[in-house]
């Protein structure tokens, strides 16, 4: 069964500072891994998707990294902004029968100090 | 072309009352998914369903909670007799196809149950 765990769970920097979120995952098999914003009372943006048979995405001041056979991916966010405040999601879709299926960690929560 | 709209934002009910979380997913999307967020837990999966058809409905409590996506009109997650472990965000995404590489996300219905 896949599992996803995110650390840390809360993160507060200030402005303008460079940060790494970190999500790892059990089982290695995976058919793509995708970062999620969620801003509080809202629904899901999508970040970044990184195929399996990827090693990073980039968009603007994020960067994905996948390393899929150490269950591990990072999110890199270069001078954070107070827009960015926000709960940063990871997904997985395991390879196999139920490939539709996402599953979750329980998110970091940014906070970006003016 | 709109995004995925759920209906309605917030939904409160008394114990034992009955829940109907509405999803119309994107303009020729013809795949559902729904997603429950418990409190400080990830979103989870519940089930998956194309036009007239459950595909997929193994994370779906056994008792009390049902879904449909008829030909016409929205898909709709109920919840017959309502807990209060039931108070959660809800989330319908949508996709064209079930290899889509991205689930499209709705803004939730956050559910409260006194």
């Known amino acids: 069964k896949q599992e996803v765990t995110q650390i840390p769970a809360a993160l507060s920097v200030p402005e303008g500072e460079n940060l790494v979120l970190n999500c790892s995952f059990t089982?290695?098999?995976?058919?793509?891994l995708q970062w999620f914003r969620q801003d509080p009372g809202k629904g899901l943006t999508s970040l970044l998707l990184?195929?399996?048979?990827?090693r990073e995405q980039t968009s603007g001041r994020l960067n994905a990294s996948l390393d899929k056979s150490s269950g591990r991916s990072t999110l890199y966010i270069a001078a954070s902004q107070p827009g960015d405040s926000a709960t940063y999601l990871c997904a997985v879709r395991t390879s196999g029968g139920s490939n539709y299926k996402l599953t979750f960690g329980k998110g970091t929560l940014l906070t970006v100090n003016p | 072309n709109a995004g995925v709209m759920q209906n309605p934002r917030h939904l409160v009910r008394r114990r034992g009352q009955e829940a109907r979380l509405r999803c119309s997913p994107m303009?020729?999307?013809?795949?559902v998914y729904w997603y429950r967020q418990l409190p400080e837990e990830g979103l989870k999966f519940m089930v998956y369903l194309q036009k007239e058809n459950i595909i997929d409905e193994s994370g779906m409590p056994k008792e009390r909670f049902s879904a449909e996506f008829p030909k016409e009109g929205p898909s709709i997650l109920r919840i017959q007799q309502v807990v209060r472990g039931d108070s959660a965000a809800y989330f319908c995404a949508s996709s064209p196809a079930v290899f889509q590489e991205t689930q499209y996300f709705g803004p939730g219905t956050r559910l409260l149950v006194l």
């Open positions: 990184i195929q399996s048979s990827q």
């Open positions: 089982d290695s098999a995976i058919y793509n």
């Open positions: 303009k020729g999307h013809s795949h």
